[in-house]
């Protein structure tokens, strides 16, 4: 580390888009005690996320791929490292650490990979399953240090890799950003949402592991039984232009509205009375924490870290990802027409927030991390 007074940490994402792993690097970045650490950001593509770096001037790099292990831009990342003078690199997600554990490696930097949700699933064919499990076990094999954002993850990973003993170091909100205060009567108005209606958010990538299409399905049931109620859905992905298509047929148009990402996500939720996130599979979704710590009443799938954070019934209302359009459709259902349920699960979400995912204790773990990994270096 030389003569240097802060350590340099290269922290690396698949993409300058705005999603639950982008949130956490953006949290971790901005909150870093920047009198002893000097955070410098790559991304694999461009977005808003770069785009925010930019303007809060911490440095950000782009290297584009949309590839895992690819070896054409492994001497970019090498290179880069050397040029910021890099003391430690901090992979967010596996398709980060594919592109950066071998540049890592080849300039003797300590490497730490945290998984936001490993890249194998259930509903996966077998042999692309497998296949996923040995991509992950040898990554957390090159890793220094290997962090969880939930326990469950970290179980499976055990359960899976053999000596495998990673961190948990729990996702968390900025409450200054994500304070439940905040008015969304400006959102209200911009959408033409009426002071006697309920609005539904749904703020996630249109993927198929969100389940967008399920939730258009089960709104056309919700309508049947709801009138007064309508539903944002913000966010894109590649499954965005068969949502349009869906809405168009299911004649939705007046009750379902598609917004791209955008930053005001705070004033959004404000907006919203319930929050959907009904997933396949998560980490720690950071989607879900935002609207919590806005004391939104919560309606997600029984998946991975969203089952640790929800309590059923108490802070929020789980579905089975099994037979979600109908218990979508029922879940939500049942909190447009109890007033008092919705106050109820806001409140318990909202305290869920406060007593655990604290940003400021998430930076202060990953610091430690930090501090023990350049302190093992100098020995």
């Given at each position: ?10 922290e ?8 639950g792993?982008?949130s ?11 009198d ?21 001037g911490i ?11 690819d070896?054409?831009?492994r001497k ?5 490292m050397?040029?910021?003078?890099i ?7 596996t ?11 080849k300039?003797?930097l ?9 890249s ?15 991509s992950e076990?040898f ?52 959408l033409?949402?009426k002071?006697e ?7 996630a ?25 309508r539903?944002?859905?913000v966010g ?5 232009e ?27 939720l ?6 959907v ?21 919560i309606?997600?799938s ?30 939500i ?12 699960i806001?409140?318990?979400?909202l305290?869920?927030i406060?007593?655990?995912?604290n ?5 202060r773990?990953n ?13």
């Open positions: 580390m030389g003569a240097k007074s802060k350590i340099r940490i290269l690396g994402i698949r993409q300058g888009k705005v999603g792993g982008e956490v690097l953006l949290n971790l970045v901005e909150h870093l005690n920047k002893e650490f000097e955070p410098v950001v790559l991304s694999f593509t461009g977005g808003m996320m770069v785009e925010y770096l930019e303007q809060a440095p950000v790099h782009v290297i584009h791929s949309e590839t895992p292990f070896f054409r831009i970019k990342v090498k290179q880069l050397i040029d910021e003078k003391d430690l690199v901090h992979a967010h997600g398709r980060a650490a594919s592109n950066m554990f071998w540049a890592a490696k300039n003797k300590p490497l730490i990979y945290t998984c936001h949700g490993w194998f699933h259930p509903d996966q064919h077998k042999i692309i399953r497998k296949l996923r499990i040995r076990k990554l957390t094999e090159k890793a220094d240090i290997n962090i969880c954002v939930s326990q469950s993850n970290a179980d499976e990973g055990k359960r899976l890799f053999k000596n495998y003993q990673p961190l948990v170091i729990l996702n968390a909100v900025d409450t200054q950003k994500f304070d439940c205060n905040i008015t969304g009567e400006g959102i209200r108005k911009d033409r949402i002071p209606e309920l609005l539904v958010s749904f703020i990538r249109f993927t198929w592991q969100k389940q967008p299409l399920a939730l258009i399905r089960a709104f056309e049931n919700v309508v049947k039984e709801v009138p007064n109620i539903l944002v859905m894109d992905g590649e499954e965005k068969k949502a349009i298509r869906l809405i168009r047929e299911r004649l939705l148009g007046e009750k379902i509205i598609l917004l791209p990402f955008r930053r005001d996500v705070p004033e959004l404000a907006a919203s009375d319930i929050f996130l009904p997933s396949l599979w998560e980490g720690l979704p950071m989607g879900l924490l935002e609207a919590m710590a806005m004391k939104k009443a309606i997600a029984r998946v991975d870290g969203t089952a640790e954070v929800i309590t059923d019934g108490e802070n929020g209302i789980l579905i089975n990802p099994a037979n979600m359009e109908d218990e979508l459709a029922r879940s259902i049942r909190l447009a027409k109890d007033e008092s349920l919705r106050k109820t806001a409140e318990n979400a305290g869920s406060r007593n655990r995912y940003v400021q204790m998430m930076t773990q610091e430690a991390v930090y501090r023990k990994l350049i302190a093992n270096m100098s020995l």
